[in-house]
């Protein structure tokens, strides 16, 4: 008898956060960071995935000023050029992190006895908002008690907060832990030595958190949380420390006085070693940033590139984001002058300015998570914009074959908001296949074609209608369970007369099929008001049928529909002995040292093809009450892989993690689902 499985288990609700920006008095619109009030509205890009919304990684933005800060307000008229900037990396990466965001700067060589760090931080709604309008005060209060500081950079920077040269931005989603304003980063290690001082922030998920913390400990530390933010900023501030030791012991011996040294460390400390010794034993996705207290900065990236990092220099900036278009928009600058950073490598820019990528750890095979691409990224970026594309070409197929090569009556549209791209690539696809109608339509109308039959045939075109609207303001105050489900199937909106009922297939395409709870509860429902003969619900994405351990919110094997429907399947056709032994070989796995760690998870899938789990799916998300019938057609890893070729990330669909860690977080998920632990693996 297999083990007892949780089968209700309760789902992160979505969460719609707006991006309404602060209101700041006119006349100061000139000077102060940001001008009037403009809206987004009250949802982000990616607050409306068909699928329940998932949480995902964090954002990143690292400001270095190469020159003094009286170039920026004689060329730019502004001393706050960098806080400038650093506000509208944020807000480009703003979909990247809606649970809190936070800064940090250092002032380069600032008079002993002034402040050097400073760091704000919020979990807000309106968390960057809140934060630079805290920017905002500080220089208000600087101008009230010396008007005289605003044409003074030097002397404006020694009044306010913020006023550095380096300058560190970060943007969080809980994938894991509270949403508390401890747990949001920028993180610091401070010490009255200003080569020693550390502040850390990253987009980074660790697996093997436990041997960090372990080893943290073995070496007389007493770590106040286990988690991987303090196991890598006290990992880190370890080497730094003994790099500073070891620096300082030199120089006492070649007779330097102990002011001299602190100037002969900030000169010589070895950044890159240091970065050495502390990522040896990393196992995760990380794009880490830090910045040291003398102005040293580093942005550091996993071996195989999972995260995604880039950067831009010139004579005036060294620039680092999560993402390239919001370096392009913030500095106008062209794709080819934004740099990828090399997997396994670190941009390391010293106090002097300079700055180079330095080897760190060896690069492995590059396993770019392909989700970036699918959804995550902001689609402006010039090559996830054509992936997307790609990514709706690859589903017309199947999509086809589903409704019978009946295009006259199928309708094509899209649920809010990612998937617009990928349907337009869906739409561009069946145009050419229409056309290939067309051609063979007017070849049998022979040489002398009839002029009606001819143009019928040439108005010939795929049907786009845009046939789900998201009622943003729609709220509901019910708590019952029963209850709320028939509210929250309200949450979208439906444009009648779009489809003739009984008699047209409609097609709806969305970036991905997670969970599948909003799908049951609220979207076929609302389409099924319709009353179409056949619903198509597409994903540009494959099957995601494991768990997620560097940075994406998917780390239940329970909440994942694929996973459920090979459970089905398998108890369906007497095969729960299937069960029970990846369940034995994943306990054998509990203990092994990483490297011997490999996914027995993927046996529950192995007895059935995609076709027969995307058709159990497909039963399982179908609402009893549903009048029309419900296909499911997913992206195929052979189509996902051809869209994005540069990015082959695809661990939470194939089972093949790019690191060890990865296989263990898949076999614990697997324990954790048998044993009915509704607990995170990781």
Request: proline share 5%; aromatic share 8%; hydrophobic share 35%.
């Amino acid at each position: 008898m297999h083990r007892a499985r949780m089968e209700n288990r309760q789902v992160t609700p979505e969460r719609h956060v707006g991006t309404q920006f602060g209101c700041f008095p006119q006349a100061l619109c000139g000077t102060y960071l940001y001008g009037p009030t403009r809206s987004n509205g009250p949802l982000s890009e990616h607050t409306s995935c068909m699928s329940d919304a998932i949480k995902h990684e964090c954002g990143i933005a690292l400001i270095r000023l190469r020159k003094p800060l009286e170039h920026y307000q004689e060329r730019y008229g502004s001393p706050l050029y960098g806080l400038k900037k650093l506000y509208l990396l944020m807000e480009k990466q703003h979909n990247r992190g809606q649970d809190g965001a936070g800064i940090a700067s250092i002032k380069l060589d600032p008079t002993p006895g002034l402040n050097y760090i400073d760091r704000e931080r919020s979990t807000d709604k309106q968390a960057i908002q809140k934060i630079f309008g805290k920017v905002n005060k500080g220089y208000a209060d600087a101008l009230v008690a010396d008007p005289s500081v605003a044409v003074d950079a030097r002397r404006l920077k020694e009044a306010m907060p913020f006023m550095g040269e380096v300058l560190l931005g970060h943007l969080r989603y809980a994938t894991f832990g509270r949403d508390s304003l401890e747990n949001c980063h920028p993180r610091r290690r401070l010490n009255n030595w200003m080569t020693r001082n550390l502040v850390v922030a990253g987009n980074f998920n660790m697996t093997n958190v436990d041997e960090l913390f372990d080893l943290l400990v073995s070496i007389g530390q007493h770590p106040k949380e286990r988690s991987d933010t303090m196991t890598v900023l006290e990992k880190i501030g370890h080497f730094l420390d003994m790099e500073n030791d070891r620096l300082a012991q030199i120089h006492r011996q070649l007779g330097y006085t102990e002011k001299q040294i602190t100037q002969v460390i900030g000169e010589k400390l070895d950044v890159k070693q240091i970065l050495v010794n502390s990522a040896l034993d990393f196992d995760g996705g990380y794009a880490l940033a830090g910045m040291m207290g003398h102005g040293d900065a580093f942005v550091l990236r996993d071996p195989a590139g999972i995260r995604p990092c880039y950067w831009y220099a010139d004579d005036e900036v060294v620039v680092v984001a999560s993402e390239r278009p919001a370096i392009q928009t913030a500095f106008h600058v062209r794709t080819e002058e934004v740099h990828e950073l090399t997997p396994g490598h670190a941009l390391i820019i010293r106090k002097n300015g300079s700055y180079c990528e330095e080897l760190v750890r060896e690069p492995i095979e590059k396993r770019s998570c392909s989700f970036e691409r699918i959804y995550f990224s902001r689609g402006s970026d010039r090559d996830v914009y054509q992936e997307r594309l790609a990514l709706g070409r690859s589903v017309c197929p199947a999509i086809l074959e589903v409704v019978d090569h009946d295009l006259d009556n199928t309708v094509f549209s899209f649920i809010p908001n990612t998937a617009e791209v990928a349907c337009y690539g869906m739409l561009k696809e069946m145009e050419d296949a229409l056309d290939r109608v067309k051609e063979k339509r007017i070849l049998e109308l022979g040489p002398s074609p009839d002029p009606v039959a001819l143009r019928a045939i040439l108005a010939m075109r795929p049907r786009l209608e845009k046939v789900a609207i998201k009622d943003a303001k729609l709220r509901t105050f019910i708590t019952n369970d029963d209850d709320r489900d028939d509210m929250v199937a309200h949450v979208y909106d439906i444009t009648y007369g779009t489809v003739r009922p009984g008699v047209d297939n409609l097609v709806v395409i969305d970036d991905s099929i997670v969970r599948g709870t909003t799908l049951k509860q609220s979207i076929l429902r609302m389409l099924d008001r319709l009353e179409p003969k056949r619903i198509v619900v597409v994903s540009s994405a494959p099957q995601i049928r494991y768990p997620d351990c560097y940075g994406i919110d998917m780390a239940k094997m329970g909440d994942l529909a694929a996973f459920r429907a090979a459970i089905a399947l398998l108890k369906e056709t007497k095969q729960e002995n299937i069960i029970d032994d990846v369940y034995d070989r994943a306990r054998a796995m509990v203990g092994l040292p990483l490297a011997e760690q490999e996914n027995v998870v993927k046996d529950i899938y192995r007895s059935f093809t995609a076709q027969q789990i995307s058709d159990k799916i497909a039963e399982l998300l179908t609402p009893e009450d549903m009048r029309a019938e419900v296909k499911l057609v997913y992206q195929s890893i052979e189509g996902l892989h051809a869209a994005c070729p540069q990015h082959t990330g695809d661990w939470y669909f194939t089972g093949n993690y790019p690191t060890p860690g990865g296989n263990r977080v898949v076999n614990r998920a697997f324990i954790n689902y048998c044993e009915g632990k509704n607990v995170r693996a990781y």
